[in-house]
């Protein structure tokens, strides 16, 4: 089995990350296929980021399609182009903040969100709504991180680590959902100081993608996730329409 797990972002540090974290949790005979975006923004922390991000998606899944992977991970917690990146692909694409809020509600009856930047709290909010799990979610903090400060800034996993306990603190939850694709390899040691489940996306979506794809489910092609119909792109996108 291949699983081809999706950096938005284009920076091929953070995708080191996400492989090795993907990789810890692969069952043996699974391939990780990490890819970077070849084209987009170095981090996704707007609405702007993330709709720039969508080119750069489609074309690591057309690539994909390629290649005969079976499965996908989108490797950004807003799960930008999720449906688009269905309409494309022949397997399940999974989402991690899609994986990670679903998985927190099998584990207790509230989980906080730690994201970067307030800005993304909005869509991770609509995120939680639209998967439907927004009882669980008891709330959504911000530790005013950018996406790159993870893997710059000495004092990161510190401030994510206090965030992570201040939010179980304040909404009395159950459990943790880390709110960035670029927070993966902090996961086991906050869980260990704080006491409390923490969810990595990456390894969730990476484990449900497995799942999925060893029940044999593809993703259904009738409707909404068909293949788009064919037609021409202008200018920049020109190569979307082949
Ligand atoms: C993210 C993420 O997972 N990757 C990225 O570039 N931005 N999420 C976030 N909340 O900032």
Redesign the pocket.
């Known amino acids: 089995m291949r699983i081809r797990v999706i950096n938005p972002?284009t920076t091929p540090s953070m995708t080191s990350t996400i492989e090795r974290c993907a990789g810890a949790v692969a069952a043996p005979g699974v391939s990780i296929d990490a890819v970077t975006a070849a084209m987009g923004p170095a981090?996704?922390?707007s609405h702007y980021d993330e709709i720039l991000s969508g080119p750069g998606i489609l074309a690591a899944i057309a690539q994909g399609e390629r290649a005969g992977a079976d499965g996908y991970v989108i490797?950004?917690?807003?799960d930008p182009g999720l449906d688009a990146a269905r309409e494309l692909a022949r397997g399940p694409v999974i989402g991690?903040a899609e994986a990670a809020m679903r998985t927190a509600t099998h584990l207790g009856r509230g989980f906080s969100v730690v994201?970067?930047?307030a800005r993304?709290i909005g869509r991770a909010e609509d995120l939680a709504d639209r998967y439907g799990v927004r009882r669980y979610c008891r709330g959504i903090h911000a530790c005013e991180l950018p996406?790159l400060a993870l893997e710059s800034d000495p004092r990161a996993r510190k401030i994510v680590l206090e965030a992570c306990r201040a939010a179980v603190d304040a909404d009395g939850s159950d459990v943790v959902v880390l709110?960035?694709?670029?927070m993966a390899d902090l996961c086991a040691e906050i869980a260990d100081e704080i006491g409390v489940p923490v969810i990595d996306g990456v390894a969730a979506a990476t484990l449900t993608v497995q799942a999925l794809v060893t029940l044999g489910l593809r993703k259904s092609g009738r409707g909404e996730f068909a293949a788009p119909r064919r037609k021409s792109y202008a200018g920049l996108l020109s190569e979307f329409g082949a």
């Open positions: 972002n981090s996704i922390e490797a950004c917690f807003g991690i994201t970067t930047l993304t996406v709110g960035c694709a670029g």
